[in-house]
Nanobody, 122 residues
Framework: QVQLMESGGGSVEVGGSLRLSCVAS????????WGWFRQAPGKKREGVAA????????TYSDSVRGRAILSQDNAKNTLYLQLDNLKPEDTAMYYC???????????????WGQGTQVTVSS
């Protein structure tokens, strides 16, 4: 089992920045895929960014590419998502998710955090 705990959400104005954090605990001895999803009210869940604890490959959705940077501190089992130039459409609940299998991660990650709210106002 992997437990995930997010933090760093908040309310910002358009053009602002936030850094979200996700701390993993539990069975983190094996490498796994992890990243961020988001869901706004009335909208489908969207994968935002993902990476692998055992490597440097990163993927980003078109909606945040160029405005988001993933980084991870393996010593602290922490994943960061830096979001810059925030837009109102970035408003959503952001969830950290993880899975040992990439296909499962893309479709239905096994492990989820409780979420952190990001609200962007104009």
């Amino acid at each position: 089992q992997v437990q995930l705990m997010e933090s760093g959400g908040g309310s910002v104005e358009v053009g602002g920045s936030l850094r979200l954090s996700c701390v993993a605990s539990g069975d983190t001895s094996s490498s796994f895929y992890w990243g961020w999803f988001r869901q706004a009210p009335g909208k489908k869940r969207e994968g935002v960014a993902a990476t692998y604890t055992g490597g440097k490959t990163q993927t980003y959705s078109d909606s945040v590419r160029g405005r988001a940077i993933l980084s991870q501190d393996n010593a602290k089992n922490t994943l960061y998502l830096q979001l810059d130039n925030l837009k109102p459409e970035d408003t959503a609940m952001y969830y950290c998710a993880a899975d040992w299998d990439y296909s499962d991660y893309l479709t239905r990650p096994t492990f989820w955090g409780q979420g952190t709210q990001v609200t962007v106002s104009s």
